[in-house]
C-alpha cells in the first residue's frame, strides 16, 4: 500500500514534469505536480470544510430523555450488555465519591472528581477490541487539575478487567503499584496485560508514538488486521505540535490508529474558544486526508457505534481514522459537586426533562433508555450504588494499609542490563547516608516505615 | 516525491555536494580519496585507520555475533575496505536481515539518505522497511517509541544533530523514561536514532552543531559516537541491539574521508566503554568523534614540530608521551579507564567540538578532580569550540583544531 502509493504519486509527479505546460482553459485539465486539484479562474477562498457555513454536524443516536431518534440505527445490543455498560459508567463516578472525600481527610495527597465523560470513555471502550493498544495522556494541564482528563480514562481500563485494588495500588504508590512502582503521580496507569501504555503527563506526546504502535500492529503477522492503536487526547493536546505530527504520520506511513479527541470545551480553564478557531478537532482529519467523524459524546451508544464504525475503517484502509467526541462540560472543574449528585439526579431527570443542562448527563440518558427497556430501576440502581461504594472503599482501605515498594526500586529500571557506575555509585552514597542518619533523623525515619522492608535492603553493609 | 523533497528542503542540497556523491559506486571496495576542503586532512594519513584485513580482525573488543566460527575466531573471516557510510549502512543491513521487526525511517532515507548511509537499503529490504517520513523529528522520534514500545527494532534518522531539539521531549520525557515510568512493564529499548553531528568545514549554525551533551544528563538515555568504519558499524550494531533507547551520533565528516578495512561479519563492540588508542605516561588526551584526528595529529606535531612553529614547542616536551583516549560512549561514559589513565599521568586535556560552558568536558573534569585530586600535577584543561553559535566564515577558528590541542597539551605540560 505504501509503495503503491508513493509509487502513484512520483508518477503523477514525473508526468506533470514531462507534459508541455498546457492552457487552462478547461477544469480538467488542471494538472499540478502536487495535487489533482482543477484549475478555476473565479478567485474564491474557502473556510469550512463542509462547504457553506454548515458545521460538521454530530451523529446522536438517543435523545436527552433516552428515546432513540426516528432515522437512527441502534446498535446491536442486549440486556446484559447494556448493564455491562452502565454499571461502568456508574463505577467512575463512585470511584470520585471516595477519593474525593479521602482527599478531603487528607489520606491522598490531591484528587478532583470530573462529570461528563463517562459515556465517552465506556463506549469508545466497548467499541474496541479489548486486546487493542491504547495510548492516553491527560487532556488538560494545570497545576491543581492534572488528574482530570486521564481519570476518564483509566475507564477503559477498569472495561478491561484492570482490578480497583490496582487502581488504589497506583493512587497510593504502594507495594501493589503494577503500574510503576510508586514513581509516577496519581491516576498515572498503565498495563502491557490490557494493552493501555502507561499514562505520562507530557501532553500530546503518545499522539505520534500511536502511529508508531499501529505500524507495529500492521508488522505483526498475528495482530496484523485484527488489531487497531487507540488514542485519547483532549481538545487542548489537540494544539500541540505532537497532534500535527502524529496525525500527520499515521496517514502518510499508512497505521492502523484510531484517534479519539475527546471536547468537553475546556482545556482547564481555558475555553475551546480560546483553543482553536476553526471547526473543533474533527474539521482538521480531513486536511489529513482521513475520515472523521464528530459524536455526541454524551451518548453512550452514538459513542459505541461510531467508534466501532471507525475501527472497522482503521482496519480495511490499515490508514488513522478520527473521531471527535463532544461532551460539552459545562463547567472544567467542579469541586464539590460529589457524592449524592448522581441519586439526585435521577429523580430530577424524569421530572425536568425540559432542563436539557441537567438532563443532558450521559448516565441519565442510557439510564432512562434501559428503563423504557425494562432493564433497570431504581432498586437496581440502588443496588449498584451500594455495591460499587462498599467495593470501592473495600479496594481503598486495602490500598491505604499496604507499604510502598522497596526503596531501592527508586534506583531499579533506569536502564536493563549492566547498570552504570554513577547510579551504583549514587545508590551506595545514599545507602551511606541511610546508615548515617537512617535511624536518628527523624524525618527520614518516619518516611523509610513507609516502604516495604524499612529501606533495611539499602542499609546493610 | 524524492524530486519535491530535495528542491523544498535547502538545508541538505547546499551542504553536500551530491553531484560529486553520485560519481562514487556504492558496493565498491575502492577506497575514495577524503575530502580535500575539509578541515581533517589528518584523516588521510591517520595511523589509527586499520589498513589491512589482520588488524581489522584483531579490533580490540571486537565480539562477533554472527552465526560463523566462534567467538573469538578470525580466520577465515574477511573485510573490505569501506568508508563510515557504507560501514553504517552494513550494519543497517546485517540487523535487517537478522531482525525481521527492524525498520530504518526518516527524512529522505528511501532514496538512500542525503549522506548515502541507508543506499540501497529500501530496494533490499523493502519500501514497508525502509521508508521516508514526512519533516516532522517529533514525529519521527514519537513514531519510532511507539514502534520500539511494541517491541520491534526503530532505527530512526535525524537528517542532522542540530535538528534534532524538536525531539527532545519526546527522546528526554518520553523515550528515556518509559521503563522507568511504568515499573518495567514497558520499554523503547528497540529503539535508536541515527543523526549526523558535528562541523563539516561549512555548515554554519545548523549544520555543524555537536549537541551530544544536551543529552548527557538524560538518565534512561545512552549516547554513542564512532570514530572510523569499523567502529560505526560496531558501535551502530552494538546500538541497536542494546536494550535501551541509543542516540548514535555519526560525524558526518567522517563519511566519506575515514577509510578502512572493515570485517564483512556481523559484529559488535561494547557501549559504555573507552578505547585507549595511543598509549602514554606523561599526559592523557580524552576525545571523542572528529577531533580524534585533531588530537593525532597534534600528538605528531608535539614529537615533531614543523618550522613554523618550532619555536613554540619546548624541546624537552618533544618526547612526551601521550597517552589518547576515544571515549566512544558519552552516556554512561567510562570513568575507570579515564580514571586509571590521569592516575597515572597526572594530566587532562578533553577535546569536543561542542562550546565549552555545561559541555560534556565540564562533567568528566569535576568528576576526574574529585577522583584524582592528589594525583593531579596541572588543572585539567579543556579545548572545546567557543561559547558561540558556529558562525560560517569562522568555522577554521572556532573547532578545537590541532594547532589548539597542541598548545593546550603544551601549556599542561608545562604548568
Redesign the interface.
Same mark, same amino acid.
Given at each position: 500500500m505504501l509503495v503503491r502509493s508513493v509509487l502513484s504519486r512520483s508518477l503523477r509527479g514525473s508526468r506533470a514534469f514531462a507534459t508541455a505546460p498546457q492552457l487552462p482553459s478547461s477544469p480538467q485539465n488542471g494538472r499540478l505536480p502536487n495535487t489533482q486539484s482543477h484549475i478555476v479562474s473565479k478567485l474564491q477562498f474557502f473556510n469550512s470544510v463542509t462547504g457553506g457555513d454548515q458545521q460538521i454536524p454530530t451523529y446522536r443516536v438517543l435523545d436527552g430523555a433516552g428515546r432513540p431518534l426516528d432515522t437512527a440505527e441502534m446498535p446491536d445490543i442486549d440486556e446484559a450488555f447494556a448493564r455491562r455498560l452502565y454499571e461502568n459508567m456508574q463505577l467512575l463516578p463512585a470511584l470520585d465519591n471516595v477519593l474525593y472525600n479521602v482527599q478531603r481527610q487528607g489520606k491522598i495527597s490531591f484528587y478532583m472528581t470530573a462529570y461528563g465523560e463517562e459515556a465517552t470513555i465506556i463506549g469508545s471502550a466497548a467499541g474496541l477490541a479489548n486486546d487493542d493498544e491504547v495510548l492516553v495522556r491527560h487532556s488538560t494541564i494545570a497545576i491543581n487539575a492534572k488528574y482530570l482528563g486521564q481519570y476518564r480514562e483509566m475507564g477503559v481500563l477498569l472495561w478491561r478487567g484492570f482490578s480497583l485494588d490496582s487502581v488504589m495500588g497506583q493512587c497510593f504508590g504502594n507495594k501493589e503499584d503494577t503500574s510503576g512502582k510508586g514513581r509516577q503521580m496519581p491516576v498515572h496507569f498503565g498495563s502491557s496485560q490490557h494493552h493501555f501504555h502507561t499514562i505520562s503527563s507530557p501532553l500530546a506526546t503518545q499522539i505520534p508514538q500511536a502511529a508508531g504502535v499501529g505500524f507495529a500492529l500492521r508488522r505483526t503477522p498475528e495482530r496484523s488486521g485484527k488489531n487497531v492503536a487507540v488514542c485519547y487526547f483532549g481538545e487542548g493536546a489537540a494544539s500541540e505540535g505532537d497532534f500535527h505530527a502524529g496525525l500527520l504520520m499515521a496517514s502518510t506511513i499508512p497505521s492502523p490508529t484510531l484517534y479519539i479527541a475527546r471536547n468537553n470545551g475546556f482545556a482547564i480553564s481555558t475555553p475551546s474558544s480560546e483553543q482553536y478557531y476553526g471547526d473543533g478537532i474533527a474539521a482538521r482529519g480531513p486536511g489529513y486526508g482521513i475520515d472523521t467523524v464528530r459524536v455526541d459524546g454524551n451518548d453512550v451508544l452514538a459513542v459505541l457505534s461510531a467508534v466501532k464504525d471507525a475501527r472497522r475503517r482503521c482496519l480495511e484502509q490499515g490508514r488513522a481514522v478520527l473521531v471527535e467526541a463532544m461532551s460539552y462540560r459545562s463547567s472544567s472543574i467542579r469541586v464539590g459537586h460529589h457524592s449524592t449528585s448522581d441519586d439526585s439526579f435521577a429523580y430530577r431527570a424524569r421530572s425536568e426533562v425540559e432542563d436539557w443542562k441537567r438532563i443532558d448527563n450521559p448516565m441519565v440518558r442510557f439510564r432512562l433508555f434501559m428503563e423504557s427497556k425494562g432493564w433497570w430501576d431504581s432498586t437496581a440502581e440502588e443496588e449498584l450504588k451500594d455495591r460499587q461504594r462498599k467495593e470501592v472503599m473495600k479496594a481503598f482501605k486495602r490500598g491505604e494499609s499496604l507499604s510502598r515498594c522497596e526503596l531501592k526500586d527508586m534506583f531499579t529500571d533506569v536502564y536493563s542490563g549492566e547498570e552504570p557506575w554513577n547510579l551504583k555509585e549514587q545508590r551506595e552514597e545514599l545507602s551511606a547516608l541511610l546508615r548515617k542518619y537512617g535511624n536518628s533523623w527523624e524525618p527520614w525515619k518516619k518516611e523509610l516505615a513507609k516502604f516495604t522492608n524499612q529501606g533495611k535492603e539499602l542499609m546493610k553493609d | #516525491? $524524492?524530486?519535491?523533497t530535495i528542491r523544498s528542503r535547502h538545508r541538505l542540497s547546499r551542504l553536500f555536494d551530491l553531484k560529486a556523491a553520485r560519481k562514487v559506486r556504492w558496493n565498491s571496495s575502492a577506497a575514495e580519496p577524503p575530502p580535500a576542503g575539509g578541515h581533517a586532512p589528518s584523516v588521510a594519513n591517520s595511523e589509527l585507520l586499520k589498513s589491512n584485513r589482520d588488524s581489522a580482525l584483531r579490533t580490540p573488543e571486537i565480539l562477533w555475533t554472527g552465526d560463523g566460527p566462534s567467538s573469538t575466531l578470525v580466520s577465515g573471516r574477511e573485510t573490505r575496505k569501506m568508508n563510515t557510510y557504507q560501514a553504517v549502512r552494513d550494519a543497517m543491513s546485517i540487523a535487517m536481515t537478522k531482525d525481521e521487526?527492524a525498520?530504518v525511517?526518516g527524512e529522505d532515507v528511501?532514496f538512500g539518505g542525503v549522506f548515502r548511509c541507508t543506499m540501497g537499503l529500501a530496494e533490499e529490504f =523493502? %519500501? &514497508?522497511r525502509v $521508508?521516508?517520513?514526512?519533516l516532522?523529528e !517529533?514525529?519521527i522520534? =514519537? $513514531?519510532?517509541? =511507539?514502534?520500539?514500545? #511494541? /517491541?520491534?527494532t526503530?532505527i530512526a534518522e535525524i537528517q542532522f544533530a542540530d535538528y534534532i531539539l +524538536?525531539a527532545f521531549? !519526546?527522546l528526554v520525557? &518520553?523515550a528515556a @523514561?518509559? %521503563?522507568? %515510568?511504568?515499573? /518495567? !512493564?514497558?520499554?523503547v529499548?528497540g529503539l535508536t536514532v541515527r543523526t549526523p553531528t558535528m562541523s563539516v568545514g561549512h555548515g554554519g549554525l545548523y549544520h555543524s552543531q555537536s549537541p551530544e551533551g544536551f543529552f548527557m544528563s538524560v538518565?534512561?538515555l @545512552?549516547i554513542v559516537i564512532p570514530r572510523s568504519p569499523i567502529q560505526a558499524k560496531g558501535l551502530l550494531l552494538g546500538s541497536i541491539r542494546?536494550?535501551?533507547p541509543v542516540l548514535f551520533m555519526e560525524p558526518k565528516i567522517l563519511y566519506r574521508s575515514a577509510v578502512e578495512q572493515v570485517p564483512i561479519d556481523d559484529y559488535s563492540l561494547p557501549l559504555?566503554r573507552a578505547e585507549t588508542l595511543i598509549s602514554g605516561n606523561d599526559i592523557t588526551v580524552l576525545t571523542w568523534g572528529t577531533p580524534v584526528y585533531h588530537c593525532e595529529t597534534a600528538i605528531h606535531m608535539l614529537n615533531a614540530p614543523p618550522p613554523s612553529i618550532e619555536k613554540h614547542i619546548p624541546t624537552s616536551l618533544r618526547s612526551a608521551n601521550v597517552e589518547l583516549i576515544d571515549l566512544r560512549t558519552i552516556l +554512561?561514559w567510562d570513568? &575507570?579507564t579515564v580514571t586509571e589513565s590521569v592516575n597515572r599521568t597526572g594530566r587532562l586535556v578533553i577535546v569536543h567540538e561542542a562550546g565549552m560552558t555545561l559541555g560534556v568536558g565540564a562533567e568528566i573534569s569535576a568528576q576526574i578532580q574529585k577522583r584524582c585530586f592528589l594525583k593531579l600535577e596541572a588543572p585539567v584543561r579543556r579545548v572545546t569550540g567557543w561559547d558561540t553559535p558556529i558562525g560560517l566564515q569562522y568555522e577554521k577558528f572556532n573547532i578545537p583544531d590541532s594547532l589548539r590541542i597542541l598548545d593546550a597539551i603544551v601549556e599542561t605540560l608545562t604548568y
Open positions: - | #516525491m $524524492f524530486t519535491t521487526t525498520v525511517f528511501a =523493502g %519500501r &514497508e $521508508f521516508n517520513t514526512p516532522t !517529533q514525529g522520534v =514519537g $513514531f519510532g517509541i =511507539g514502534l520500539a514500545a #511494541m /517491541g520491534h526503530a +524538536p521531549d !519526546q520525557n &518520553e @523514561k518509559i %521503563r522507568y %515510568r511504568s515499573g /518495567g !512493564q514497558y520499554n529499548g538518565a534512561g @545512552k542494546d536494550p535501551n559504555g +554512561p570513568i &575507570e
